[in-house]
């Protein structure tokens, strides 16, 4: 069972690149979400998706911007990478809320930007 | 800002211990609270899954325990052993809105 699939794994940036993770999961999940993680923090959300179609800003949105491709897939698109965007991203997803809410996430994609 | 605040941030124990990690949080209308085991360089494995109708749930050695009136959480975990060795994160889901706050995770140590 695959789950939930990142990629890349590992990604190097120079400032002012553009870049897109991607993620696809075969649970048949509703919702799927995008996290970044940092030292000593706990994980924050940068955009989800509570269904097919629809995407909704987090708690860190702020140069990142999403794309429900599908109900499988939900890309994250750095734009203009900045050194501040250096993080570990985790993609994740759910059924719906209303049903359990129990997260799935991914391995995770390391990028450091330059 | 609801807050999620695990104390204590690194916790190493001998084998064999019991121990119980701590999760406090201010949301009030959680829908659910989850723990998440992260090993190193890895994503995170959910152990362990509370609706806020439950006060507890139990998966093998690990038991977890839901408090709203006072904003707790725990996790136990019996009979520690060296793989048990991790960052253990909770997380909640409030009604409020479709995200989970997660805490910064204390990270466990168990020592042969």
């Known amino acids: 069972n695959a789950g939930v699939t990142q990629t890349p794994k590992f990604q190097v940036l120079k400032t002012g690149q553009s870049m897109t993770l991607q993620c696809a999961q075969d649970?048949?999940?509703?919702?799927m979400y995008w996290y970044r993680q940092d030292p000593g923090m706990g994980l924050r959300l940068i955009y989800y998706?509570?269904?097919?179609?629809?995407?909704d800003k987090g708690e860190v949105p702020n140069g990142y911007n999403v794309s429900r491709l599908n109900k499988r897939e939900f890309s994250l698109r750095l734009e203009s990478a900045a050194p501040s965007q250096t993080s570990v991203y985790f993609c994740a997803s759910s059924e719906e809320a209303g049903v359990t809410g129990e997260l799935f996430f991914g391995e995770g994609s390391r990028l450091t930007v330059l | 800002k609801q807050e999620v605040t695990q104390i204590p941030a690194a916790l190493s124990v001998p084998e064999g211990e019991n121990l119980v990690l701590n999760c406090s949080f201010t949301?009030?209308?959680?829908?659910?609270l989850q723990w998440f085991r992260q090993d190193p360089g890895k994503g995170l494995t959910s152990l362990l899954l509370i609706q806020s109708s439950q006060r507890e749930q139990t998966s093998g050695r690990l038991n977890a325990s839901l408090d709203k009136s006072s904003g707790r959480s725990t996790l136990y975990i019996a009979a520690s052993q060296p793989g048990d060795s991790a960052t253990y994160l909770c997380?909640?889901?409030?009604?409020?809105?479709?995200?989970?706050?997660f805490g910064a995770g204390t990270r466990l140590t168990v020592k042969p």
């Open positions: 997380a909640h889901k409030s009604y409020n809105n479709n995200d989970m706050r």
């Open positions: 949301d009030s209308a959680i829908y659910n």
């Open positions: 649970m048949n999940h509703n919702s």
């Open positions: 998706s509570a269904s097919e179609g629809t995407t």
